[in-house]
């Protein structure tokens, strides 16, 4: 299912570029981007101050400035964990300017109060925006950085979101993504279509279809990132029960925004899942783990400064002669 | 507190020049005082600005005409669409 769904991204995207006369109808809408926004709006609220899966990915993705020579004056950050992001870079003396962009209001407004209470010292100029990554609203060839962490696996057009990034980036800028991948949550997807063919006789999607690590790297070259980087992460958490780790998607904004999604979930259902759950994956100390695959993505916009492979049939040397020259000299 | 407000405008304004765009015309924004909002004036649509922060979500935007005025909001969101898939291609 998840393969298909990912199928019709490629397509829907693909299908505005041929004809737009029936692009309104063959647009598939897997998400709906309006209860993310609510979700998020939701979880500004529920968000715990140091929430430790959120900064430990948002570490890892920084780490990846560390290794990197070039600095970045103007820097965007687009939705999921912000506030991990937006601190950890603010302590950057190189990022002179920074754009802060979420789809939900009440997230940024925690954001801002959070950086004006941290009285900042620094020279860190910061700036937020409500903003659609689907419909970014940044100028191109504007930034030098452009960084998602753990948002962009809720847009409904991923190749089109990230061109749009692509565009926003000076020659020669960096992108950082972070996205969750499809072995995330592989628990609970298992638990719920069990407890849903028992107690309803069929099931329907729960979990939201997620990118598989093959389809990143596709993506990046997709999008026209030179230099592509994918790695994959996999961070499990352990929970007291199944219910908690309900309670800490949606302290994330991590929950279901199928547009097709059934609204209805029955109370007997979801016992039998959290029992379902306990009794396949609960590991002997009682405690029940759940998976988080992230995918780290890394590109840069063309700059001939870079290294590109030549131009195929265009080598003048016989790699006999290479060999012979060499096997000569030593 | 004069001064402060002066400065607020005034990064607001590198930051509107600098960096921001209309999210599906891709084309400049110019600031209203008047109504404090944002206005595309190549759609004709203006995004509101909350307690200093823009909002250009498409979906935060009214158009501005009067005639178009009575039309709910989905349908820009869908006329924005067809526009910015126009773009893409």
């Given at each position: 299912?998840?393969?298909?769904?990912?199928?019709?991204?490629?397509?829907?995207?693909?299908?505005?570029?041929?004809?737009?006369?029936?692009?309104?109808?063959?647009?598939?809408?897997?998400?709906?981007?309006?209860?993310?926004?609510?979700?998020?709006?939701?979880?500004?609220?529920?968000?715990?101050?140091?929430?430790?899966?959120?900064?430990?990915?948002?570490?890892?993705?920084?780490?990846?400035?560390?290794?990197?020579?070039?600095?970045?004056?103007?820097?965007?950050?687009?939705?999921?964990?912000?506030?991990?992001?937006?601190?950890?870079?603010?302590?950057?003396?190189?990022?002179?300017?920074?754009?802060?962009?979420?789809?939900?209001?009440?997230?940024?407004?925690?954001?801002?109060?959070?950086?004006?209470?941290?009285?900042?010292?620094?020279?860190?100029?910061?700036?937020?925006?409500?903003?659609?990554?689907?419909?970014?609203?940044?100028?191109?060839?504007?930034?030098?950085?452009?960084?998602?962490?753990?948002?962009?696996?809720?847009?409904?057009?991923?190749?089109?979101?990230?061109?749009?990034?692509?565009?926003?980036?000076?020659?020669?800028?960096?992108?950082?993504?972070?996205?969750?991948?499809?072995?995330?949550?592989?628990?609970?997807?298992?638990?719920?279509?069990?407890?849903?063919?028992?107690?309803?006789?069929?099931?329907?999607?729960?979990?939201?279809?997620?990118?598989?690590?093959?389809?990143?790297?596709?993506?990046?070259?997709?999008?026209?990132?030179?230099?592509?980087?994918?790695?994959?992460?996999?961070?499990?958490?352990?929970?007291?029960?199944?219910?908690?780790?309900?309670?800490?998607?949606?302290?994330?904004?991590?929950?279901?925004?199928?547009?097709?999604?059934?609204?209805?979930?029955?109370?007997?259902?979801?016992?039998?899942?959290?029992?379902?759950?306990?009794?396949?994956?609960?590991?002997?100390?009682?405690?029940?783990?759940?998976?988080?695959?992230?995918?780290?993505?890394?590109?840069?916009?063309?700059?001939?400064?870079?290294?590109?492979?030549?131009?195929?049939?265009?080598?003048?040397?016989?790699?006999?002669d290479i060999q012979t020259q060499f096997g000569n000299q030593s | 507190m004069v001064r402060v407000s002066k400065e607020i405008m005034q990064k607001a304004a590198t930051?509107?020049?600098?960096?921001?765009?209309?999210?599906?015309?891709?084309?400049?924004?110019?600031?209203?005082?008047?109504?404090?909002?944002?206005?595309?004036?190549?759609?004709?649509?203006?995004?509101?600005?909350?307690?200093?922060?823009?909002?250009?979500?498409?979906?935060?935007?009214?158009?501005?005409?009067?005639?178009?005025?009575?039309k709910p909001d989905n349908n820009l969101y869908d006329a924005v669409n067809e526009e910015n898939k126009g773009r893409n291609s």
């Amino acid at each position: 299912m998840m393969r298909r769904t990912l199928f019709s991204l490629f397509r829907s995207s693909s299908s505005s570029s041929s004809s737009s006369s029936f692009s309104t109808n063959s647009k598939v809408n897997i998400f709906d981007r309006q209860l993310k926004r609510n979700q998020r709006d939701r979880a500004a609220w529920l968000m715990p101050q140091n929430d430790p899966l959120l900064h430990t990915v948002a570490d890892n993705l920084l780490d990846r400035l560390q290794d990197v020579k070039k600095t970045f004056p103007s820097a965007l950050c687009l939705g999921g964990s912000l506030q991990a992001i937006t601190r950890s870079l603010r302590t950057r003396d190189a990022i002179q300017k920074l754009i802060v962009m979420d789809a939900s209001y009440d997230m940024l407004q925690r954001c801002q109060n959070d950086y004006h209470a941290s009285n900042n010292p620094d020279n860190t100029e910061t700036m937020f925006v409500v903003g659609d990554e689907e419909f970014l609203p940044i100028k191109e060839n504007s930034v030098d950085l452009v960084i998602s962490c753990l948002g962009l696996h809720w847009t409904n057009d991923l190749p089109g979101a990230m061109i749009q990034s692509m565009l926003a980036l000076k020659p020669d800028g960096l992108f950082l993504a972070a996205i969750l991948g499809g072995e995330t949550l592989k628990e609970l997807r298992i638990a719920c279509t069990v407890a849903q063919m028992e107690r309803e006789g069929g099931i329907s999607p729960r979990i939201s279809p997620l990118a598989q690590v093959r389809d990143a790297g596709n993506l990046l070259t997709r999008a026209g990132f030179n230099l592509p980087g994918v790695d994959v992460d996999e961070y499990t958490v352990k929970y007291e029960s199944a219910l908690e780790l309900i309670e800490h998607l949606r302290a994330m904004g991590e929950t279901n925004a199928l547009s097709q999604m059934n609204t209805m979930l029955k109370r007997d259902t979801a016992l039998a899942t959290a029992a379902i759950y306990d009794s396949m994956f609960a590991s002997e100390d009682g405690t029940v783990p759940a998976t988080f695959q992230v995918i780290y993505m890394t590109g840069w916009k063309e700059h001939s400064s870079q290294q590109k492979p030549k131009r195929r049939g265009s080598a003048t040397v016989s790699f006999k002669d290479i060999q012979t020259q060499f096997g000569n000299q030593s | 507190m004069v001064r402060v407000s002066k400065e607020i405008m005034q990064k607001a304004a590198t930051l509107l020049s600098d960096f921001l765009v209309c999210p599906l015309s891709k084309q400049p924004l110019r600031y209203c005082e008047e109504s404090s909002s944002l206005i595309s004036d190549t759609i004709a649509v203006s995004f509101p600005i909350k307690n200093g922060i823009p909002c250009l979500v498409p979906r935060d935007g009214k158009i501005l005409d009067e005639e178009d005025a009575s039309k709910p909001d989905n349908n820009l969101y869908d006329a924005v669409n067809e526009e910015n898939k126009g773009r893409n291609s």
